[in-house]
């Protein structure tokens, strides 16, 4: 179910995005939309909560949108945490609202293909599957395996 990508690809989504639309974003501190979108805010992310249950209030100095058609401006990425059936219009909006969009990127378990494609012929890149917040800290060096730095080993040992 799961599309490879390659970590050059992944880099690159995550070095040039600046701003990013996180649609389905939870004010519940232990769901992971909650977590992932306080972690791209805070490595720097301009991160534009959306959810029209909390439209209004504030979730890290941002203020939570609607929709993504509340939006002003440009986004660069749109993270989907919704179900897989819920992603076609989300995607429909995304590409309307926003001409210069550079990604779509689908969380851990949401995988559509019809939006995908939709995406895709509009040139703009999809990534299924996946979270970017592992993916920076796997690809950035964040990830601890049992507390040691693991991209740094001793030729000693």
Known sequence: MSEEYSDAHLRKILQRTKRVAVVGVSMNPVRPSYYVAR????????????????????LFGFEVKASLSDIEGHVDMVDIFRRSEHVPPIVEEALAQFPKLQTVWMQIGVVNEQAAEMAKVRGVDVIMDRCPKIEYQRLFGELRMGGFNTGIISSKL
């Open 39 to 58: 972690y791209l805010a805070l490595k720097g992310y301009d991160v534009v909560p959306v959810n029209p249950g909390h439209a209004g209030t504030m």
